[in-house]
Every structure is written in C-alpha cells, then in structure tokens.
C-alpha cells in the first residue's frame, strides 16, 4: 500500500501542522459516470466505480501495453485525491498515473503525485494540490495481461483534525485470517488452509471540536459510514503510507460529550480490504 503526495501539497500540510492528521476520501465524484478509456473491455470499466470490490472492470491492454479508465465529470471539477483498490496491477502493470485534461482534444497532463510503481495489489493512493479539469483518469502503462480493477476514487479528502498518537493496531498484515488446520492423530501439523483474508481496525478519536462534528461535511461522512459506505482512510499519511479501502465494522458513529469546552470524542470500527 502507497500514498504519493505531491511535493507542493506536502509543503502545504507541513506547514499546517496536518501532515500525519488522519485523511478519509469517501465522497467519489465517479460514480454513476460511464467511464470509457483504453484498451478493450473485458468487464465493464462501470464496475470500478460502484463502490464495491468484488465486481471489478476488466481491461485487455491496447497494443501499445497501456490500459485506462476515463472518467468525464461533465464540467471542470476540483479534486485533490484519486485513489485505486481491489486490483491486480502489482502482477500485471509496470505503473500507474492520475492524469487529467480540460478539454477533450487537450493532451493529458500528470497530477503531480506519483507515479506509482505498484509492488503488490494492495491500495495505491495519489494526493496532490487540488486542479480544476473535467476529464480525469488512471493510465496504466506496461500492462502484461488483463488489468483488473475494484474500486477507482476521485474526489476531496477529509481531514480528521485530530492526530492519532496511540491505541490504534495498523494492520501491518493481515490480521483477518481464519484457518482450516490439518492435525494428525499424533498432533503433527499436516498443513493449513486459508479460508479467509482481510484486517480490521478501530480508531478513537478524543477531544474534537463540537464545530467540527457539527459541520455539513463531518456529518455527510458519519452517515455515509453508518450505513456502510465503502472509503479510503489513512491513518498517518505522510509518515508511513498505510492506506486501506474501508468500510463499516461494529457500531455506528456516535460521538459523545467529554470536555472541556465542548470537545467531543468518537470511535470507528473498521473493516479493510487487504489484499497483498
């Protein structure tokens, strides 16, 4: 997994004291576009921006090993964070790149994050100084074999203001793993099956302002995660690069009253799909 932060953007959180605040990107400006791009399609490109991973847009590489997903917003739209889940591009793509356009006959310019160089399937995010462009999207180049797709975001993060210091567990790997052992009657071990891979995590959050979890932008996210909507979230962006595609795991989003002068707390309990 890989955050790309654009330099200038890296410049901005340093100086506002946010670098390693938690970002969560939810709100995909993608969906319910009809994505078009390069390559032929295998599975409709429409998959990767459902918002789900098990059905994934499935793409033959043109002759030139480049395979894409366009995405055209109908009008210049401001985004900061592109993001990418649920696909195969660490067996099958040399790199990845957000790029985007104006105008449709424009040339296609890089976001100025990346690019990334994927060296497994895990997420793959690009964060980078916000541009205006209709036209936006992921250009994979050096593609070997059919490029699979789950999940493809464009849109506006949120920042947490708030830094998490201690009591989160990342998942480093998998912490998700059911297994089916095979035991002897003599108590060797004969070899173990995987049934099930994946991580959870839980965050706590303690004194954030009442205005902030009062906002119209905080409270569209809390309903959003109460009812299960898949996002990305990055728990200390810049200082390791965890990203993760998440999505409800537990209780809901209830933010309490703890003091002083109104601070609120809140607890996210987590499900990530990991996939190395």
Same mark, same amino acid.
């Given at each position: 997994?890989?955050?790309? @932060?654009?330099?200038? %953007?890296? #410049?901005?959180? /340093?100086?506002?004291?946010? *670098?390693?605040?938690?970002?969560? =990107?939810? !709100? ?40 894409? @997903?366009?995405?055209? %917003?109908? #009008?210049?739209? /401001?985004?900061?964070?592109? *993001?990418?889940?649920?696909?195969? =591009?660490? !067996? ?49 180049? /050096? ?134």
């Amino acid at each position: 997994m890989s955050i790309y @932060i654009s330099p200038g %953007l890296a #410049s901005t959180l /340093s100086t506002a004291g946010t *670098s390693n605040n938690p970002v969560i =990107a939810w !709100d995909n400006l993608a969906s319910g576009t009809s994505p078009t791009g390069i390559g032929a399609v295998v599975q409709s490109r429409a998959f990767a921006v459902t918002g789900t991973t098990y059905d994934r847009a499935v793409i033959t590489p043109d002759g030139s090993s480049q395979a894409s @997903i366009e995405i055209d %917003l109908g #009008s210049n739209t /401001s985004i900061s964070f592109a *993001s990418v889940a649920a696909h195969n =591009a660490g !067996d099958v793509a040399g790199a990845f790149r957000i790029q985007y356009k104006v105008l449709a006959g424009d040339a296609w310019s890089d976001s100025g994050s990346g690019p990334a160089v994927p060296a497994d399937n895990q997420a793959v995010a690009f964060y980078f100084a916000a541009v205006s462009a209709r036209f936006w999207r992921i250009y994979a180049t /050096s593609v070997t074999a059919n490029l699979e797709i789950g999940v493809f975001f464009l849109g506006n993060p949120v920042t947490l203001p708030r830094t998490i210091y201690q009591g989160y567990a990342p998942p480093i790997t998998a912490n998700v793993v059911d297994l089916q052992s095979r035991v002897s009657e003599g108590g060797n071990l004969l070899g173990s099956s995987v049934v099930r891979k994946g991580s959870t995590a839980a965050a706590s959050l303690t004194l954030v302002e009442d205005s902030y979890l009062r906002a119209d932008a905080w409270k569209a996210f809390q309903r959003h995660f109460n009812t299960g909507g898949g996002f990305f979230w990055a728990w200390r962006p810049t200082k390791y690069g965890d990203i993760f595609y998440a999505w409800r795991s537990g209780g809901v989003i209830a933010p309490s009253n703890t003091g002083p002068k109104a601070r609120m707390a809140f607890d996210m309990a987590m499900r990530f799909y990991d996939d190395a």
